[in-house]
Nanobody, 125 residues
């Protein structure tokens, strides 16, 4: 059974940093691209970042490019999201997800078929 468990969320002041982790089990982790998405109250879930199986390529939403960094450690079955220079608009529940094998896109949430329970990130002024 595939399980994805996020951690590392919390309350941070604008301009601060947080690092999210997503620990995966029940899958051959290195066989799957992974992604981070977020959902703010009253808004749709949106793409944040994604990383290929080996970690050799990464993808970012324009809104986080240059501030967030996705990485993975296949030996630890964990994907990370380092978030720097946080803004009020980064406040959301952050989810990690496993992408379907053979999917053509990295940014569509419909191409991800396993999701964690989410971790809350709140940025205050």
């Amino acid at each position: 059974q595939v399980q994805l468990v996020e951690s590392g969320g919390g309350l941070v002041q604008a301009g601060g940093s947080l690092r999210l982790s997503c620990a995966a089990s029940g899958l051959t982790f290195s066989s799957y691209a992974m992604g981070w998405f977020r959902q703010a109250p009253g808004k749709e879930r949106e793409f944040v970042a994604a990383i290929t199986r080996s970690g050799g390529s990464t993808y970012y939403a324009d809104s986080v490019k240059g501030r967030f960094t996705i990485s993975r450690d296949n030996a630890k079955n964990t994907v990370y999201l380092q978030m720097n220079s946080l803004k009020l608009e980064d406040t959301a529940v952050y989810y990690c997800a496993r992408r379907r094998i053979g999917s053509a896109t990295m940014t569509s949430l419909y191409e991800y078929n396993y999701w964690g329970q989410g971790t809350q990130v709140t940025v205050s002024s």
